[in-house]
C-alpha cells in the first residue's frame, strides 16, 4: 500500500508562488505516474499536471507555462511549481499516485489566492 504525505500549500496574493509537494512511501510499490488534481467546492475533481517515471508531463490548458510538475525518482517524491497564481486557481490540491495496484490520493492542500 502507498502513503502520501502533502506540503506546500497556503495563502498568496495573485501573481505570486508556491510549491506544493507529495512523497509517497511503502512497499512493494512500482508507481507508473504521479500527479496533481484540484477540486473546488460543488465541482469535480480535475487535473492539473501529472508526470510519468520516464518524465512525460501533461498540463491542463489553464495552467501551461505557469506550473511546472517535476519528479525525483528516487525518492518517490513530486513537486508542482505554481508561478503567476490567479484567483481561480484557488482550490484543494491532491496528489495522485497510480501504480500496479491502482490509485492512491493524498488527503488534499487547500491553496488560496487573492486578488
Known amino acids: 500500500q502507498v502513503q502520501l504525505v502533502e506540503s506546500g500549500g497556503g495563502l498568496v496574493q495573485a501573481g505570486g508562488s508556491l510549491r506544493l509537494s507529495c512523497a509517497a512511501s511503502?512497499?512493494?510499490?512500482?508507481?507508473?505516474?504521479m500527479g496533481w488534481f484540484r477540486q473546488v467546492p460543488g465541482k469535480q475533481r480535475d487535473l492539473v499536471a501529472v508526470?510519468?517515471?520516464?518524465?512525460?508531463?501533461n498540463y491542463v490548458d489553464s495552467v501551461k507555462g505557469r506550473f511546472t510538475i517535476s519528479r525525483d525518482n528516487a525518492k518517490n517524491t513530486v513537486h508542482l511549481q505554481m508561478n503567476s497564481l490567479k484567483p481561480e486557481d484557488t482550490a484543494v490540491y491532491y496528489c495522485k499516485v497510480r501504480d500496479m495496484r491502482g490509485d492512491t490520493w493524498g488527503q488534499g492542500t487547500q491553496v488560496t489566492v487573492s486578488s
Open positions: 511503502g512497499s512493494n510499490f512500482r508507481i507508473i505516474y
Open positions: 508526470i510519468t517515471t520516464g518524465g512525460s508531463t
